[in-house]
C-alpha cells in the first residue's frame, strides 16, 4: 500500500514539473509576441521599425509617398511689373518734305536719346496661360499698361496747339536766350494686351521654371506730353497725341532662367502717324511668379 502511493506522488511530480515548463514556455512566447508589436511605431505618416538591437543602424524609416497635385489647366498670374529701357531706330529722311512739315528745320541729331534715362515700366494686371499640350505647350495672353519715356539730349519740343493747316509743324527746337533745359522727354502710354505662345520646359514647377514666350502684342495710346524742366519756366507739359499713331502693334517676346525673367518688344512699324520713321522698342527684368 505504502508502495503504490509512492509511485503515484512520483507520476503527479512528474506531471506538475511538464506543465510548468509548459507554463513557462508559453509565457515567452507571449512575451516576446509583445515586444516585436512594441518594436513597430506609428507616428502620424511615419512607421517606424525598430529591429533587435540596440544599435542605431538597425532602425528603419518609412516616409509616405507625397501625391503630386495635377496642374491646373488654367494658371493666372496678378500684377507683374517690368522694368526696363525704352528706346527706338530712328530710319526717318529728314531732307524729305514729309519730316520738314513735322519739324522743319529738323535732322537726324535732334531725337537723339538719353539712353540711361529712358525707361520702360510695364504694369500687367493679369496674365494668364492656357493648357495646350501637357502643359509644356500653352496660350499666354493678358492685359496691362505700358509707359513709355523719351528723354532727348537736346531741347526739342512738341507744340499741342499747332495751326488749323494740313499737316503742320508739330516738333520745332527751342533756341530761347539763356535757357538751360534740366529734362525734356515724350511720354507715351498705352493700354496693351499680349498674346503668346508659352513653351514651359519645367512644367512641374509653378514658379521659377524655365520657358520662352513669343507673341505679339496690341496697344492703344490713352496719353501723350511732352514734359519739360527749364531754368526760367520750371515743369511745363504739354499734353496732346502729337500725330502719334494711336494703335501700336509689337513684336513681344519673355524668357525665363529659373528666378530672372527677360522681356522684349519691338514695334512692327514707326511709333508717328506722319513725318517721321521711328520704331521703338524695349528690353528689361520681369518681376513675375512664374
Known amino acids: 500500500m505504502i508502495y503504490l502511493r509512492k509511485n503515484r506522488y512520483k507520476y503527479y511530480y512528474k506531471n506538475m514539473k511538464r506543465i ?3 507554463l513557462v514556455m508559453l509565457c515567452f512566447t507571449i512575451l516576446g509576441s509583445s515586444q516585436e508589436k512594441a518594436d513597430t511605431v506609428k507616428v502620424g505618416g511615419m512607421i ?25 489647366n488654367l494658371r493666372t498670374n496678378w500684377w507683374i511689373v517690368d522694368l526696363g ?16 512739315q513735322y519739324a522743319p528745320g529738323s535732322n537726324d ?14 504694369v500687367w494686371v493679369f496674365m494668364q496661360r492656357l493648357n ?9 495672353y493678358g492685359l496691362g499698361f505700358e509707359l513709355n519715356n523719351y528723354r532727348y539730349k537736346e531741347p526739342v519740343r512738341y507744340d499741342p ?15 530761347a536766350l539763356n535757357r538751360s533745359y534740366k529734362k525734356d522727354k515724350l511720354a507715351a502710354d498705352y493700354i496693351t494686351v499680349p498674346l503668346m505662345l508659352n513653351f514651359n520646359f519645367t512644367p512641374k514647377r509653378t514658379s521659377d521654371g524655365f520657358g520662352i514666350s513669343a507673341g505679339v502684342s496690341a496697344g492703344w495710346l490713352y496719353s501723350a506730353r511732352n514734359k519739360t524742366v527749364t531754368s526760367d519756366e520750371g515743369k511745363k507739359k504739354a499734353k496732346d497725341d502729337f500725330d502719334l499713331e494711336r494703335w501700336k502693334i509689337s513684336y513681344v517676346g519673355e524668357l525665363s532662367l529659373g528666378p530672372v525673367k527677360l ?9 508717328y502717324s506722319r513725318g517721321l520713321n521711328i520704331t521703338p522698342y524695349n528690353v528689361g527684368i520681369r518681376l513675375s511668379r512664374w
Open 48 to 72: 517606424i521599425i525598430r529591429k533587435h538591437g540596440n544599435e542605431e543602424k538597425n532602425k528603419e524609416y518609412k516616409m509616405p509617398e507625397r501625391k503630386r497635385s495635377k496642374p491646373s
Open 109 to 122: 541729331s535732334w531725337l537723339k536719346l538719353s539712353s540711361g534715362k529712358s525707361v520702360n515700366v510695364n
Open 85 to 100: 529701357f525704352a528706346n527706338y531706330t530712328d530710319n526717318t529722311n529728314y531732307t524729305g518734305s514729309d519730316a520738314q
Open 20 to 22: 510548468s515548463i509548459i
Open 132 to 140: 495646350m499640350i501637357k502643359h509644356v505647350v500653352n496660350l499666354q
Open 263 to 271: 522681356y522684349g518688344s519691338i514695334s512692327s512699324k514707326s511709333m
Open 161 to 175: 496747339n499747332p495751326p488749323a493747316v494740313s499737316n503742320p509743324p508739330i516738333l520745332y527746337l527751342d533756341q
